[in-house]
């Protein structure tokens, strides 16, 4: 009885893989073929590099791959940079208001700032910032999710290295930059990872608050060039697709460990 | 003052000014901007109370988006978590092929949702999409699976799983991997069966993993709204308008800023609530270690 129940586990189990990787098999064969074969299979279909071609020709693509590298590079920097102090003195000292700050902090949790699209919006036009790069990273900087993360960290710093550092005379920042610091280095790993697939992935809010080719990052390139001038030419747009998604899926199939782990690290609390 | 205050109050405050700066602030400013009219050419925003709110009441598209909404919610929330448990369930034991099962889970979330709804769109293509294909062995004729009122949200329903789904997953086997071995060596000493012991040991020592993975769902129903900008634009005749989309085309196609912040309010106060709900209600079911 036992030996039926188990194999049908795993047929399921393989099923729901094969239906998962389905839809990025099918997107592969598009891309590499030419168009006629985008809806015909084929063993002897000739296998081209046309279609990346022509698309990376169609738009500026090279112009959007440095727009999301900047913006995720500075996000990620500014976020450890904005981050790490707030986590350390939310975990290791006492001060007035510390709790009330943390409940204030935390709220941005469930509201992002995502949601915020239209009053963000016009603190940007405010502060003239409408169509920058620095517009579309500002809201994420201050990141409750990023200082609950390092705070917990940090709690699990033992107490006695704190103190023995105190002792050798080193000051509040460098006890921070010296003790805390390298030894959170797999929550920086894990954050720092989480962080750059959601500002590689993020959409809605770029869309809104970009308008022209010198600052839309690849999402928004993507969108644009997949919905304008390309007609249906399947394969032309499914081969950008997969030049825009290239990068992380790349990244991740060599350091699949390490992404998995960051993910469940940035996930356990 | 003690300096440890000042000390607390300096390392805190960047983080502080950004965070209230980009969501408190803007919260606040949505807030008082639904009572007001929307500015036009000259006319400044005159104050109107709950005006705005009791147009949205008799605004269709209003209900019609709310209604879509708690549609998606109640589809995507159970699916994903669920296939997410059983994906991790299954990858947790030893089946041949374990780490291409996962990777073939998890690589969905590694892709922009734009990525994704571009390849999805090509499937719903009538005629020529995957999906025509696939029917049309069975005999089946051509459907606009976007184009159709009954088929369009269901659509854009499985998309959001199929990329979502993975992603929970991680979360679940990191839980079963921390479990103690020992439990089920204890439960095969007692005799209990396999049934048995998922539904008494394993669902409630995941409890904590499934709040967790619970309300990233609830956040993402509400949230991500990327494949419905690029594959249907709320359409057709709003079959598939999602509250924050409807947001966007307010504030962001018709400029219309009192709709588009009473529209914020709304999710907001949405948010909120299942906040507590999750947190309040579901939180004290919960054990911790």
């Given at each position: ?10 047929l ?5 893989a ?43 693509f ?8 900047i913006?995720?590079?500075?996000i ?6 904005v981050c ?10 006492e ?14 949790l469930?509201?992002?700032?995502d ?14 910032l ?27 710093v033992?107490?006695?290295l ?10 509040l920042l460098?006890r ?8 959170a ?42 919905s304008t001038?390309?007609?249906?030419d ?10 825009t ?7 991740f ?5 390490q ?11 | 003052?003690?300096?440890e205050?000042v ?15 980009f ?137 959001a ?7 929970f997953?991680?979360?679940y ?8 071995p ?20 394993t ?32 359409g ?6 999602l ?20 529209l914020t309010v ?23 270690r």
């Amino acid at each position: 009885m036992r030996i039926p129940t188990r194999s049908l586990e795993i047929l399921g189990a393989w099923i729901l893989a094969v239906l998962w990787v389905l839809p990025l098999l099918y997107a592969l064969w598009t891309a590499f073929h030419p168009g006629e074969y985008a809806t015909r299979f084929s063993l002897t279909a000739p296998l081209t590099l046309e279609n990346f071609r022509n698309a990376w020709a169609a738009a500026p693509f090279a112009r959007y791959f440095l727009n999301t590298t900047i913006l995720v590079t500075l996000i990620l920097v500014a976020q450890f940079a904005v981050c790490t102090p707030a986590a350390f003195a939310f975990a290791r000292m006492e001060f007035a208001g510390r709790n009330v700050l943390f409940a204030i902090m935390l709220m941005q949790l469930m509201v992002m700032p995502d949601v915020l699209l239209v009053g963000n919006y016009r603190t940007m036009a405010k502060l003239g910032l409408v169509d920058t790069i620095l517009a579309i990273a500002l809201p994420y900087l201050g990141s409750a999710f990023g200082i609950f993360l390092l705070r917990q960290t940090f709690l699990t710093v033992p107490q006695q290295l704190d103190d023995a550092a105190r002792l050798e005379g080193c000051t509040l920042l460098g006890r921070l930059w010296r003790v805390y610091v390298p030894l959170a280095r797999p929550t920086y790993i894990a954050y720092g990872l989480v962080s750059v697939s959601y500002h590689w992935n993020n959409f809605l809010w770029p869309l809104v608050i970009t308008n022209s080719v010198n600052t839309r990052p690849l999402t928004v390139g993507l969108s644009i060039f997949a919905s304008t001038d390309q007609g249906i030419d399947w394969s032309i747009i499914t081969a950008a697709t997969l030049m825009t998604s290239a990068p992380l899926l790349v990244a991740f199939l060599l350091f699949q460990r390490q992404f998995v782990q960051s993910f469940m690290r940035a996930g356990i609390r | 003052m003690r300096k440890e205050t000042v000390q607390g109050w300096l390392l805190v405050l960047p983080a502080l000014i950004l965070l209230v700066a980009f969501t408190h602030w803007p919260a606040a400013t949505t807030l008082i901007d639904s009572l007001y009219t929307t500015p036009k050419g000259s006319r400044p925003p005159r104050f109107v109370g709950l005006d705005n709110f009791t147009d949205l009441a008799t605004d269709p598209v209003f209900w019609m988006a709310m209604r879509n909404n708690a549609i998606y919610a109640l589809w995507t929330i159970p699916a994903s978590v669920i296939l997410a448990l059983l994906m991790a369930l299954a990858v947790n034991t030893a089946i041949p092929g374990r780490a291409l099962a996962r990777m073939a889970y998890f690589t969905p979330t590694m892709l922009p949702m734009i990525a994704v709804a571009n390849i999805w769109l090509f499937f719903y293509t009538p005629d020529y999409g995957l999906f025509d294909h696939i029917l049309g062995w069975f005999g089946g004729g051509r459907h606009n699976w976007l184009g159709d009122r009954d088929t369009a949200l269901p659509a854009m329903i499985a998309v959001a799983v199929w990329k979502e789904a993975g992603f929970f997953m991680i979360f679940y086997l990191a839980a079963l991997q921390a479990m103690p071995p020992d439990l089920k060596e204890c439960a095969a000493l007692e005799g209990s069966s396999r049934l048995n012991f998922f539904r008494r040991v394993t669902l409630p020592l995941l409890m904590p993993t499934t709040l967790f993975v619970l309300v990233n769902a609830v956040i993402n129903a509400f949230r991500l709204v990327d494949h419905v900008v690029v594959m249907t634009r709320g359409g057709p005749d709003n079959a598939t308008i999602l509250l924050l989309y409807y947001i966007y085309e307010a504030g962001f196609r018709f400029w219309d800023t009192a709709l588009a912040a009473t529209l914020t309010v709304v999710l907001l106060a949405l948010l909120g609530l299942l906040a507590w709900l999750q947190f309040g209600v579901l939180g004290k079911r919960v054990h911790y270690r």
